[in-house]
């Protein structure tokens, strides 16, 4: 069984920062991709960050130069520093990690983390 928690969200001002983590507990082979979405109200969950086991990152273009994504495999989390935030930031962030537990097919599966909440007042 594979748990990612995370913590740290909140409510910022704009123009403020705030930074997330998520960990990885249980019984697993290995982690590779890990990454960070968000849903606003009424919206569809998107894609927000994700960076590979080697470090190579990616960006959504909303984000991009804002938020920077990192994460460290000794301790299995991922973080994401968010920085000049905007209200148009403000939704439930999840992570996700793809996670190997299978020692037969190391194949991946998708784990979630349980969300939170980060608001941006104007």
């Known amino acids: 069984q594979v748990q990612l928690v995370e913590s740290g969200g909140g409510l910022v001002q704009a123009g403020g920062s705030l930074s997330l983590s998520c960990a990885a507990s249980g019984r697993f082979l290995s982690i590779n991709a890990m990454g960070w979405y968000r849903q606003a109200p009424g919206n569809q969950r998107e894609w927000v960050a994700s960076i590979t086991r080697g470090g190579s990152t990616k960006y959504a273009d909303s984000v991009k130069g804002r938020f920077t994504i990192s994460r460290d495999n000794a301790k299995n989390t991922v973080y994401l520093q968010m920085n000049t935030l905007k209200p148009d930031d403000t939704a439930v962030y999840y992570c996700?990690?793809?996670?190997?537990?299978?020692?037969?097919?190391?194949?991946?599966?998708?784990?979630w983390g349980q969300g939170t909440q980060v608001t941006v007042s104007s």
């Open positions: 996700n990690m793809k996670v190997a537990t299978n020692p037969s097919s190391w194949s991946t599966s998708d784990y």
